[in-house]
């Protein structure tokens, strides 16, 4: 049977398999690109190299700086532990924890916003932060707070985080390149070349199709890459977490309140919302089921819970 250690070190090579596809694809559609805009097969070697570098700079960037860009997004701040009891508590939270947990603490932000959410960022445990919102803060009790907290250490010790920042970069590109693509075919696609009749002709136009076909694609391919982050790395968190913090129903509870709130994390993004410990777009969160799903549903993950314990499984939230 596979040990939490076994699965994070899947997660690792899993990471690197994710950046090797999305540059492989990044590298043919700049191929494709550049035949359509050249018309010859040779024109478009420089654009594949370019779209590998590209994707090669991107890879590299959000590995060193993903993180700092994902916390600026969402108006995170480094908590002050003088600023309250609630800064305080949950300061000495994670620090109970990660000595629970024989890992280094990592930097701890908040969120000015009302909604229930909490996500971590970095690329390894030596280099992570946690960041939860002022309403978790002032909403869940301290077991239930320990709870989403160990759910997050978690991401940070399987290494999930930098699976995650990854995927968020790397869809962002992908986006970036269909745009790109989509704009220039508006905007008249190819020039044809004269050497139109000897045949140049017909192949810039079948890469001229190719491309916008690979453009309009590229938005699903995105997302297909987020949802590469499985549904079984959620059900592992809230494992490892409970192992953590030994009591399942602290975070059985906060699934719950986290279930029940209706309001939306305005500065949630599509390519970050796999990144919460539940989806922040909440229109999305009722068909959390569906193939297309982020996260597994709520009722789902705490049923996982109560079997922990021996607890008789719910049908919905309110029953918690």
Known sequence: MATFYDLAA?????????????????????????????????????????????????????????????????????????????????????????????????????????????????????????????????TLDREEMSGVIAHELSHVRNFDIRYGLLVAALVGSLALLSDLVMRWAFWGGGRRRDNDREGGGAIQVIFIILTIVLAILAPIAARLVQLAVSRQREYLADASGVELTRNPAGLERALAKLAGDKEVLEVATKATAHMYIINPVKHFEERSAGFLATHPPIVDRINRLRALRRAKPVESVTEV
Not at 22 to 50: E, M, N, T
């Open 10 to 138: 899947e997660n690792r090579r899993k990471s690197l398999v994710l950046v090797l596809i999305v540059v492989a694809i990044l590298a043919a559609f700049g191929a494709s690109a550049g035949i359509a805009l050249s018309g010859s097969v040779d024109g478009g070697i420089p654009f594949a190299l370019g779209a590998f570098v590209l994707g090669f700079f991107l890879t590299l960037g959000a590995y060193f700086s993903g993180d700092k860009a994902v916390l600026a997004a969402a108006g995170a701040k480094e908590l002050d532990p003088s600023a309250g009891r609630e800064e305080r508590e949950l300061d000495n939270i994670v620090s109970e924890l990660c000595l629970a947990a024989n890992m280094p603490k990592p930097k701890v932000y908040t969120i000015d916003d009302t909604a229930l959410n909490a996500f971590a960022t970095g690329r390894d445990p030596e280099h992570a932060s946690i960041a939860v919102t002022a309403g978790l803060m002032r």
